[in-house]
């Protein structure tokens, strides 16, 4: 095994970490035999595992099929390897792009200036364009956020990324542990303690996000679960029986303080009124009321974007 390890290792020459991912390391190498920079995920398999187990070649496979939309970061190739520990360890080499939606954000906050409203429909129309490609596939994200999704300033092409964590869903869908996503981005549903959840968890941190490049600051920046959930009462009122069937069946369902429901623009002022709609539509309490990204691809709110070239 020690030469497979030197070999994937041999293939590339790391330049840097540029992150350490939920599942491992991430850094930026040059293919030393094409000289093309990449992004090289190493990950660890779990202890008790001999050699790679069928979910993770499973995941794998379906990365690969993912990566063939240009909306999703394109995985190039996965090589095995062994840890200094004789652990097997899996690099998976993705395409490398400079920037995220993250630090773009931020660079507008440091000039003052807001995102033109055409950059923001065009990278919206590209977050729903490929996040409907992923949930046709039967493949939810569940950690959405800027930070997550990568782009090239320069053309403003937007690409998702990180989609280690997601797993196949298949009817029924099955529990998942709710610990995974970022707070500002989480659905009420999953902070809610819901396990079976849906596409809608992802449109709920859809919504997050264009609220985001809109203002340039987080739509609901909680710090715990609960000061999540009292944000998000105070912009949509806090949710009963009546606004949201069944969420007082949900396992963290508390009595809270009552919030009558504002208008989105209120946090949204300088949005106009097709987007205030649509960022509406995605913030419905109810999991299956959210509009869906296939349907919100055909949204007014996209009218005149050259949908074509995206």
């Known amino acids: 095994m020690e030469n497979v390890q030197k070999s994937a290792m041999d293939a590339f020459e790391k330049l840097e970490k540029v992150g350490e991912g939920t599942y491992g390391k991430v850094y930026r190498a040059r293919d030393k035999a ?6 090289l995920k190493k ?13 993770t070649l499973r995941e794998v496979s379906l990365l690969r099929m993912l990566s063939r939309d240009p909306h999703v970061v394109r995985l190039i190739d996965v090589k095995q390897g062994l840890s200094k520990e004789g652990k097997t360890v899996l690099y998976l080499v993705f395409e490398y792009m400079d920037t995220d939606l993250k630090k773009f954000i931020r660079s507008f906050r440091q000039t003052g200036e ?4 055409q950059v923001v429909k065009s990278l919206m129309f590209q977050l729903c364009k490929g996040v409907a490609f992923c949930h046709g596939h039967g493949v939810l994200h569940r950690d959405l956020k800027p930070h997550n999704l990568l782009m090239d300033p320069k053309t403003l092409q937007l690409k998702i990324a990180d989609l280690g964590l997601a ?3 298949t009817v029924p869908i099955k529990k998942y542990t709710h610990e995974i996503l970022t707070l500002w981005y989480r659905a009420p549903e999953v902070l809610m ?8 968890v992802d449109m709920w941190s859809v919504a997050c996000i264009f609220a985001e490049l809109v203002t340039k600051q987080a739509l609901f920046p909680g710090d715990s679960e609960l000061q999540q959930l ?25 009595e809270y303080p009552q919030w009558n429901p504002k208008k989105v623009s209120s946090m949204v002022p300088n949005l106009d ?20 990204a296939k349907k919100a ?7 005149g974007l050259e949908k074509d070239l995206l």
């Open 34 to 39: 094409t000289g093309k920079i990449v992004a």
């Open 43 to 55: 990950t660890r398999l779990h202890e008790d595992d001999e050699g790679v187990p069928p979910t």
């Open 114 to 117: 807001f995102l033109p409203p």
């Open 167 to 169: 797993r196949a869903f």
């Open 193 to 200: 303690g819901a396990t079976h959840y849906s596409t809608g």
């Open 230 to 254: 009292l944000h998000i009462f105070r912009l949509l009122g806090t949710p009963n029986e009546e606004l949201w069937p069944g969420v007082s069946k949900l396992p963290n369902w508390h």
């Open 273 to 292: 009124e097709n987007g205030l709609d649509l960022l509406t539509k995605m913030l419905a309490y109810e999991p299956a009321k959210r509009i869906s």
């Open 297 to 303: 691809m055909e949204h007014p709110y996209f009218d």
